[in-house]
Structure formats: C-alpha cells, structure tokens
C-alpha cells in the first residue's frame, strides 16, 4: 500500500531511510541527508531534497551512485541479483527476454560504455522501448565522460521519481 505524504513527513530518521533508502539504488545515504529538509509539501518536494543531496555530494559520492546501478540485461540480471525495482522495471522494457543476437549486443555495449566511463549506463527504461534504449546506448557512446556524468544523474533523477511515484499516494 502506497505512503502518504503525511506518513512520510511523521516518519522518523530511521523510519524515514527504511522506506526511502532503496529509492536511488544501493545508497540510502541520499535519504539520510534529505529528511533535514521535512516537512515536504508533495512528491516534487520530496525528489527535490533528494536530488539535491546529490547535486551536492562530492564528485566521488555522485560516481558511486551510478555505480550502484546495474548494467541492464547484465550478470546482475543473469544472477537473479537485480533490485526488486531494477528488475521490474528492466523485465517491462523487454531486457529479460533478449534473444542471443541482443543479448549479445548489449553485453559489448556495457563493455565499451563501462569502459569509457567508468560507470554503467543508465537509462529511465520505463520511458523507451527496447529499440529505443539500444538506440541511446549507442547515442551516448559517443558522447565526452562530463557530459554523459550529467546525464546518468539525469536519467537517475527521472528512474527515482517514477519510483517515489509509486511508492507515495498524491
């Protein structure tokens, strides 16, 4: 059953991360640092706080969070080890049921992206088909290391609010 904004703004520190916490992948700190900015008037208030803890974090902070996130279609889909949140989302966007071909193709586009950046790529799958999501891979590729940074967080931000989305009622 879906929070209430109400609920949410009565909820202690600990309450607060436990709910929250998995919001933004294996870093409940970004719930830590945004419950100081309660009471929230909605949903958008809510993202805001914890999009700016990341806004804020140090460069460092910022590029262990997109760590955090799988590769889609990766060994951590493979190994049954994605988030219950990673997985439901990657298994709408076609990711689980790859033929060899595209699994094949997917698994070199993680390589040459985690290779150049240092970081998985990251994209609000529930936003794109399959087509769509192996047409970016290969768009942002190309891309330079800052400009695509701003856009894993980006694409972090837009995968989190359709997260609290479904987590918080009004």
């Known amino acids: 059953m879906p929070l209430t904004m109400s609920e949410v703004n ?3 520190a600990d309450e607060f991360v436990r709910a929250l916490g998995g919001v933004f992948e294996h870093s409940p700190w970004i719930a830590e640092r ?4 309660r009471p929230f008037g909605g949903v958008d208030a809510l993202h805001a706080a914890m999009s ?6 140090a460069r460092d902070a910022q590029l262990a969070l997109l760590r955090a996130h799988p590769e889609l279609a990766g060994k951590e889909a493979q190994a049954g080890e994605l988030t219950r949140d990673s997985k439901a989302e990657q298994a709408a966007a076609g990711l689980t049921a790859l033929t060899r071909e595209e699994l094949g193709r997917v698994s070199e586009l993680n390589r040459r992206y985690r290779v150049k950046f240092a970081f998985p790529f990251i994209i609000a799958v529930r936003r794109h088909t399959k087509d769509g999501i192996l047409r970016e891979f290969e768009r942002r590729l190309e891309l330079d290391p800052e400009t695509e940074l701003a856009n894993g967080l980006a694409q972090v931000f837009a995968i989190t609010r359709l997260r ?3 987590l918080i009622s009004g």
């Open 10 to 12: 009565r909820m202690t």
């Open 34 to 37: 945004a419950f100081a900015a």
């Open 52 to 57: 700016d803890a990341v806004r804020g974090a």
């Open 164 to 166: 609290l989305d479904g």
